[in-house]
């Protein structure tokens, strides 16, 4: 079960804080998360609110005018792709083992970047994944327990049999305290070095 950002997409914060200050958004570094959002932000994320609603929210605090198409690219900024390696990666793993992803995301990078950037060597995510579960559809996020546990339940899987791999500590020690075993993942090595 994997994590998305930071482990099959590339991400980097500074780029969306520095796209979303150049819209107006002047407090974009205090209101977008390094791990885990916030504010707005995290009510997108756990699917408490509509993008229009997000968008609305965050032009009170822009200076000046922001379509939505500008507040959504750069947004979407925080998203540097999905290497094509990567995707061959989960393609390989997935001929001998079931694959779920678990993402604490949001339904703007989900229906925009997201779903673009799993396409772009022939495929959809369907293709890679036996499930998937977004934050943002079942309004919960981790480390909580609680989505950990939806995904045990949607997916018919059990923690022992499972090994989850993120880019955040935090959320593979929530993962372990439930039995998942669980991948700290730092760096961009192929996934099968770091279960071997």
């Not at 780029?15 to 107006?24: M, Y």
């Not at 022939?122 to 293709?127: P, V």
């Not at 959320?171 to 961009?188: I, K, S």
Request: glycine share 8%; aromatic share 10%; with cysteine.
């Amino acid at each position: 079960m994997f994590d998305l950002g930071g482990v099959i997409m590339e991400i980097e914060r500074r780029r969306a804080v520095e796209a979303l200050e150049s819209i107006g958004l002047e407090a974009a570094d205090s209101m977008l998360g390094e791990y885990g959002q916030q504010g707005i932000f995290l009510e997108l994320e756990l699917g408490n609110v509509t993008p229009g609603q997000w968008r609305d929210e965050l032009r009170r605090h822009i200076k000046g005018d922001a379509s939505d198409a500008e507040i959504d690219r750069a947004f979407e900024k925080f998203l540097v792709g999905i290497p094509v390696n990567r995707l061959k990666e989960l393609e390989e793993l997935h001929r001998d083992h079931k694959l779920y992803l678990l993402s604490n995301t949001n339904k703007v990078m989900w229906d925009g970047m997201i779903c673009r950037e799993f396409q772009k060597d022939g495929h959809d995510m369907d293709y890679y994944f036996d499930g998937v579960i977004p934050s943002f559809e079942v309004h919960c996020y981790k480390p909580d327990a609680e989505i950990f546990l939806k995904a045990c339940e949607m997916f018919g899987i059990r923690p022992e049999d499972t090994i989850f791999f993120d880019d955040s500590k935090a959320n593979v020690e929530a993962a372990r305290a439930l039995g998942f075993g669980g991948v700290h993942v730092v760096d961009n090595r192929p996934f099968k070095e770091y279960i071997q």
